[in-house]
């Protein structure tokens, strides 16, 4: 967290709305990202973020340690995508690669896209944290309120996992399904 961002955390704990409005433009697109990562349509996305950013609103005075607050506001965002998703809606990882450096043609990236969404949803959130939204184990951890080997171990199956899906050696790469 920068010096600015506590502060103006520290302003909107007390109340000032302009410091607020700061803090939520800066953390817009994180949290849109996240949301991508859990749901599947833009409008359950705007939903899960709009809905987010009032209760971060309504509750930021609760907020104890100011350099925490983002772990605060994605814990937050994650209650939002599961309650939408309970709702009805399937909860599904979307496009998010196209923000990471391509190495692989479009083919080979869609195949890594398709097994991402065969992921279970706890190693698809800390996929998403990780690689998408650059989080540290440990505060991936306290998002999720996790232990950091609980979080370094789904991140290994997760990986493992797409790693014998999407392997060359015959017989792989074909066990996950297309939705």
């Not at 923000?99 to 043609?105: I, S």
């Not at 479009?106 to 195949?111: G, K, M």
Request: charged share 30%; hydrophobic share 35%; with cysteine.
């Amino acid at each position: 967290m920068t010096y600015t961002q506590k502060e103006d955390v520290l302003a909107a704990r007390s109340g000032e709305k302009d410091a607020f409005i700061r803090l939520m433009r800066d953390m817009e697109r994180p949290l849109y990202r996240m949301a991508r990562s859990m749901l599947r349509s833009d409008d359950e996305c705007d939903d899960a973020v709009q809905e987010t950013m009032l209760k971060a609103f309504r509750n930021i005075h609760t907020l104890r340690e100011p350099n925490y607050f983002q772990t605060w506001i994605f814990r937050i965002l994650i209650n939002e995508c599961h309650n939408i998703a309970r709702k009805g809606a399937r909860v599904v990882v979307t496009d998010e690669w196209s923000n990471l450096p391509a190495r692989t043609d479009e083919y080979e990236r869609i195949d890594v896209q398709q097994a991402v969404y065969q992921l279970p949803e706890p190693q698809r959130l800390v996929i998403a944290m990780h690689y998408f939204q650059d989080m540290p184990i440990q505060q991936i951890a306290d998002v999720l309120e996790l232990s950091a080997e609980a979080v370094k171990t789904r991140l290994h199956r997760a990986r493992k996992t797409l790693m014998d899906w999407l392997s060359d050696e015959p017989g792989r790469g074909t066990r996950y399904e297309t939705r």
